[in-house]
Nanobody
Framework: QVQLVESGGGLVQAGGSLRLSCAAS????????AGWFRQAPGQDREFVAS????????YYADSVKGRFTISRDNAKNTVYLQMNSLKPEDTAVYYC?????????????????WGRGTQVTVSS
C-alpha cells in the first residue's frame, strides 16, 4: 500500500505561483511513477503532468506546458508541482497519483494510488 497526501494548495491571484507537494508513505514510492491530475466542479478529472520513477522523463498537458513543472525527491518520497503564471481556469482540486508501472501516463485509470486532493483557487 502507498498513502499519498497533497499539500500546498490555496488561494492565489492570476499570474501568481503555488507549489504543491505530494508526500508518500508505505511501499517504496521511489519505484513508482507519479502524476498530477485536477478536477474542477462539474468537470471530469483531467491529466496535468507525470514523471517517471527516476525523474528523467516528464510529460505535460498542453494547457499547462511551459507554466507548470513536475519534479520529485526520492530521498524524501515527495513529488512536487510548481505552478507559475496561474490562470482562473487552473482552479480545481489537484490530486497526486502513483503508478506502479514506473513509467508515468496521462490515463487516470492506470494509476494505482491516489491522494485526497488539495484545492487550488485562482482569482481574476
Amino acid at each position: 500500500q502507498v498513502q499519498l497526501v497533497e499539500s500546498g494548495g490555496g488561494l492565489v491571484q492570476a499570474g501568481g505561483s503555488l507549489r504543491l507537494s505530494c508526500a508518500a508513505s508505505g511501499r517504496t514510492f521511489s519505484r513508482y511513477a507519479a502524476g498530477w491530475f485536477r478536477q474542477a466542479p462539474g468537470q471530469d478529472r483531467e491529466f496535468v503532468a507525470s514523471i517517471s520513477w527516476s525523474g528523467t522523463s516528464t510529460y505535460y498537458a498542453d494547457s499547462v506546458k511551459g507554466r507548470f513543472t513536475i519534479s520529485r525527491d526520492n530521498a524524501k518520497n515527495t513529488v512536487y508541482l510548481q505552478m507559475n503564471s496561474l490562470k482562473p481556469e487552473d482552479t480545481a482540486v489537484y490530486y497526486c497519483a502513483g503508478d506502479s508501472t514506473a513509467h508515468g501516463t496521462a490515463v487516470a485509470a492506470e494509476y494505482d494510488y491516489w491522494g485526497r486532493g488539495t484545492q487550488v483557487t485562482v482569482s481574476s
